[in-house]
């Protein structure tokens, strides 16, 4: 008797922990997506008015980040410099490895990588559009994360409660 007591404390507590973590998970989807988008204003800046060259603008705005932005625009800049590709590949290599498709939402992450594929390829004019349209395109993406916010973050702790108050319902 003692054992299922203890077995179902252990379900309630890891159901909760896993509500708790799918949170945690959408707030840093949230702040990266932020992020994301501040360090392609930043780079817009940087092209645009600086005239500086990809790589240099990319460890520029790295400086000015924090976390996995950071690490990103700074791993681009490295392999620019080290000449490890065309920047669409490294632009889309960089984004696989520090962010992957966990950390952005389905479209930010298409619509980030589309922004690579502009990237150095074109004048400056068409590339500072390009990162206009995709911060445009973030914003609205931001906007939805944050009307979702109260209730997602709400959602999940709950969800998961309630799921391990079932499971131990179904076990014991």
């Given at each position: 008797?003692?054992?299922?007591?203890c077995g179902?404390?252990?379900?309630?507590?890891?159901?909760?922990?896993?509500?708790?973590?799918?949170?945690?998970?959408?707030?840093?989807?949230?702040?990266?997506?932020?992020?994301?988008?501040?360090?392609?204003?930043?780079?817009?800046g940087e092209?645009?008015?600086?005239?500086?060259?990809?790589?240099?603008?990319?460890?520029?705005?790295?400086?000015?980040?924090?976390?996995?932005?950071?690490?990103?625009?700074?791993?681009?800049?490295?392999?620019?410099?080290?000449?490890?590709?065309?920047?669409?590949?490294?632009?889309?290599?960089?984004?696989?490895?520090?962010?992957?498709?966990?950390?952005?939402?389905?479209?930010?992450?298409?619509?980030?990588?589309?922004?690579?594929?502009?990237?150095?390829?074109?004048?400056?004019?068409?590339?500072?559009?390009?990162?206009e349209l995709?911060?445009?395109?973030?914003?609205?993406?931001?906007?939805?994360?944050?009307?979702?916010?109260?209730?997602?973050?709400?959602?999940?702790?709950?969800?998961?409660?309630?799921?391990?108050?079932?499971?131990?319902?179904?076990?014991?």
């Amino acid at each position: 008797m003692g054992m299922r007591w203890c077995g179902g404390m252990l379900i309630m507590i890891g159901s909760v922990c896993v509500g708790i973590w799918l949170r945690t998970q959408y707030l840093y989807r949230l702040q990266t997506t932020k992020d994301i988008q501040c360090g392609i204003s930043l780079l817009k800046g940087e092209i645009q008015y600086g005239r500086v060259p990809l790589p240099e603008a990319c460890l520029s705005v790295a400086l000015r980040l924090h976390g996995n932005s950071r690490l990103f625009f700074q791993t681009v800049s490295e392999r620019l410099q080290e000449r490890g590709g065309t920047v669409e590949k490294v632009w889309r290599e960089s984004i696989e490895n520090v962010f992957g498709r966990r950390l952005l939402g389905a479209g930010d992450y298409e619509e980030f990588i589309r922004l690579g594929n502009t990237l150095g390829n074109l004048d400056v004019e068409l590339q500072v559009r390009a990162m206009e349209l995709c911060m445009k395109r973030l914003e609205e993406s931001i906007s939805c994360y944050e009307k979702e916010k109260k209730n997602q973050t709400k959602l999940y702790p709950v969800v998961g409660t309630f799921g391990g108050f079932l499971l131990c319902l179904v076990l014991l």
